[in-house]
């Protein structure tokens, strides 16, 4: 029994320290997003502005997928720290993308973080 | 029989006919004076058979179809190829995008290397389950919730291929689309002023062989051409010009080396821009579209039967040059082109390096592309002893990008030392100068409004045998898209002739599907 016991308590610790060390996502189809609540806090103001400038284009699928493949799912092109720049850079050379500079730092540093936190 | 109160009500429904009609005039009358889109057949390169293929939308290439954005400029100049910034991809180029799994060493199922001198690339397709499976995922996927693991794989692209077909290199889907125009146009020097007749439809064929050959066709099943000799109110619409606008094969990296070998119908590489690529439907650049004198039909962007080589060097220099060969005529005609790009995305799609830790520059946004050419070429009536017509064109072109600004400028000077050259001995040497500017805004991303100031002077040295003529024109173009292969544009032009003036407005429509 009390194997039994130990089994479930690491069984348990392993899954909540995996669980943490991840980024959570809510919704399906166009509604997905981040789970905000698995936001660090420092990026929460990130986060929401990339959520409001993102979809004036495309969906949030399409970064929550490219950041659990590591790959671009429309174009299959990879996903990797170096590409996040490059999209960085694309999209604040896109006419009326309405991102400054200042805010194409940030969402690359989140993306990056994202990045991060899905190779753990 | 009839009530006083059902005369009533009947007259007052005739009264509100009578004023929806009325209003309904108006409007369509006040529309067809603003508006303007596609009429005669021009070649085309935009067309949802690369999405189909590609499974990107069409505003990766596009600004407003047609009008390539830069990487659409890339993807043409690549041979129909998407680009690609996987390393791994790059290195088994002919390989579809399934095998990239199994770009890493090829192993078998046993554990032993594969070795041997094969097609690696098919090699690798075949082991990463190309041609029976779909494309897996290299990296790990998030902590999801169930479900939503469950879009992840409904989202990824799927490749499956039949064998025979990957070996094959043909394209999975059938490469064939459609574009259609239906315009309204106003004319007032026209005896029919209010036209609905503008109208054409085109199938188009593009895309590659394993990304090695490009090809691209453009059939005009219809087109609309203005009526010929005597006609009355009976005259039903004319259906001619059906015709082969463009079919053309891109060897793509010949023997290796970083040339492209492209053959057949097509608009020489000679200005920045194919006929096309720009907001308006109905006028293209004068600088490529004006002709000498009623023997030589010759334009910058006359779809010829060509032989061309180009190259892209050191990913911003693009250069091209080939032969024209003309029905009837030995000489064959000769024509180059070079441009370069400053900022930007190179022409292989590399973004610019920006640092994104400094502050913002006027350079983080600024583009601009310059390109030159000229033409060589002699025509007149064949196997006559007639004198023949030599000519030749030069041009310079520049395009500025700027956030939401794009400025094209476009020059170009033209010699023909006999426009006439079935007149013996009464050689009419022609002058032709030509310039365009136009600007462009983006106003939203499916909303763009340009404005082009273009000119053209031809003068003779014998007023006698070709008339000297200047043309003046100002078109204003405003282009809305509100599904990316549904285009509205209303375009206004004014167009001042050595007789007369020229004020047409056309309302047009453009859909590719």
Known sequence: MKKIALLVALGIIALSSSADARIKVRGRGAAMNF????????????????????IKCHTMERTVIAVQTGRAPITGQPFNKQAVKAYGIKMLRK????????????????LNFLLDENAK | MLQAKDIDLFNLIQEEYRDMIKINYIVAVSLLGLVCILSLPETSHAIPAFSRAHKVECTTCHTIYPELN?????????????????????????????????????????GTEVKGDG?????????????????????QPAATEPEAVEQNHDAKPTTEKAEGILLSGIPEQLPISFTGSINYGYDTSQVNEVDFAARSIKMHAGGNFREKFGFFATYVAYSEQPPTGTYNTSTTASNNKTDLNEFLLSWRH???????????????KMGLWKTNNKLSATNNYLPYSYTVGKSSLFKIEQPQDTLELNSIVANRLYVAGGIVNRKGQNTKEGYGHLSYKFGGADFLTNEPEIDLNKEESILDYLTLTVGAYGYYGKNGTSNS?????????????????Y????????????????????????WTNVISKAGAVEGEVTLLTNLIAAGRFEYLQQESNSQARFANNYVRRYVSTLGYSPLQNVKFAVEYKYEILPSTINKVGVLGATIAF
């Not at chain 2, 010949?254 to 020489?268: A, F, K, T």
């Not at chain 2, 002893?385 to 990008?401: C, F, H, I, Q």
């Not at chain 2, 956030?403 to 009464?426: E, F, W």
């Open chain 2, 385 to 401: 002893n007639d004198p023949k017509n030599t000519y030749y064109r030069v041009g310079s072109d520049a395009e500025l990008m």
């Open chain 2, 403 to 426: 956030k939401i600004y794009r400025l094209r400028l476009l020059g170009n000077y033209g010699n023909d030392d006999n426009a006439t050259p079935t007149t013996l001995n009464s």
């Open chain 1, 35 to 54: 789970d905000s609540a698995s936001i660090p806090p420092q990026f929460q103001a990130t986060f929401a502005n990339m959520s409001q400038k993102c």
């Open chain 2, 70 to 110: 830069e990487y659409g400029e890339a993807f043409l100049k690549n041979s129909y190829v998407y680009f690609s910034h996987d390393k791994k991809k790059d290195a088994s180029a002919s390989a579809p995008k399934a095998a990239k799994p199994a770009a890493k060493k090829v192993v078998t199922d046993a």
């Open chain 2, 254 to 268: 010949v023997l290796d080396s970083p040339v492209n070998l492209r053959i057949g119908r097509m608009q020489p």
């Open chain 1, 95 to 110: 006419p009326n993308s309405n991102m400054n500079k200042q805010e194409i730092r940030d969402f690359v540093m989140f």
């Open chain 2, 119 to 139: 097609d690696s690339a098919k090699l690798a397709a075949l082991k990463a389950g190309a041609l029976s499976g779909s494309t897996s995922s290299e990296s």
